[in-house]
């Protein structure tokens, strides 16, 4: 399967900053997303990232606070805009295959303090 | 009423054991089902699709129920290195992928 390279793999923030994460994959895909984790919680889908145009995002995910950029087939970032505490988290990248395997980055783990 | 739901353990089983866990779904149109594997600090990995026929590879068997809709995981002579989080992921209509909240197991020698 495809592989994505992550970046940064951590960071420790100040709060009212802003951090963007890049997500590059090997190969085209179709569906990007990113996602976020809370340490011993499942993923929760922030918004799906789409060649050339805005993102698409989920309930309670809004593009002031996560603008999303994919300007190509291989390439997307999210930027996690002025950071809380409450942004702490982990941020995962994936795409997905014509087989709809999910394949993900090794995410970003981000402190906000 | 979750859309994906697993029961999140932890499952404690001694190497050599036979261990197997269940997620349900509650729309009846859901499309595919796959296990994900994802160990500690580590991203999720794919560890099998779930076929209507049910399907095995080596250890792990994966069996779908569309009338109880829910999908299974069983996995046999259970190593160490199984001791992991396994996800249910589910994907609806409309390409809508959910994820259960994970079970996590934990073999011990």
């Given at each position: 399967s495809a592989v994505i390279s992550q970046k940064p793999s951590r960071d420790i923030c100040q709060r009212g900053t802003s951090l963007t994460i890049q997500c590059q994959v090997d190969s085209q895909v179709t569906m990007m997303f990113w996602y976020r984790q809370q340490p011993g919680q499942s993923l929760t889908l922030i918004a799906t990232a789409n060649q050339g145009s805005e993102?698409?995002?989920?309930?309670?995910?809004?593009?002031?606070?996560?603008?999303?950029?994919?300007?190509?087939?291989?390439?997307?970032?999210?930027?996690?805009?002025?950071m809380s505490p409450e942004d702490s988290s982990i941020y995962l990248c994936s795409g997905q295959e014509s087989t709809g395997e999910l394949f993900f980055g090794e995410g970003s783990r981000l402190t906000v303090l | 009423r979750k859309e994906v739901e697993q029961d999140p353990g932890p499952f404690n089983v001694p190497e050599g054991a036979t261990v197997a866990f269940n997620c349900t779904y509650s729309n009846s149109a859901s499309?595919?089902?796959?296990?994900?594997?994802?160990?500690?600090?580590?991203?999720?990995?794919?560890?099998?699709?779930?076929?209507?026929?049910?399907?095995?590879?080596?250890?792990?068997?994966?069996?779908?129920?569309?009338?109880?809709?829910?999908?299974?995981?069983?996995?046999?002579?259970?190593?160490?290195?199984?001791?992991?989080?396994?996800?249910?992921?589910?994907?609806?209509?409309?390409?809508?992928?959910?994820?259960?909240?994970?079970?996590?197991?934990?073999?011990?020698?």
């Open positions: 993102a698409t995002y989920e309930s309670g995910f809004v593009i002031d606070k996560f603008p999303i950029s994919r300007p190509n087939l291989t390439f997307s970032t999210l930027t996690v805009s002025n | 499309q595919s089902f796959f296990w994900y594997r994802q160990d500690c600090r580590k991203e999720p990995k794919l560890l099998m699709s779930v076929y209507s026929s049910g399907n095995e590879d080596g250890r792990f068997t994966a069996q779908l129920n569309r009338a109880s809709q829910y999908i299974s995981l069983l996995i046999r002579d259970s190593k160490l290195s199984d001791s992991a989080t396994y996800l249910c992921v589910v994907y609806g209509p409309a390409s809508k992928i959910i994820f259960g909240s994970g079970t996590r197991l934990s073999i011990r020698p």
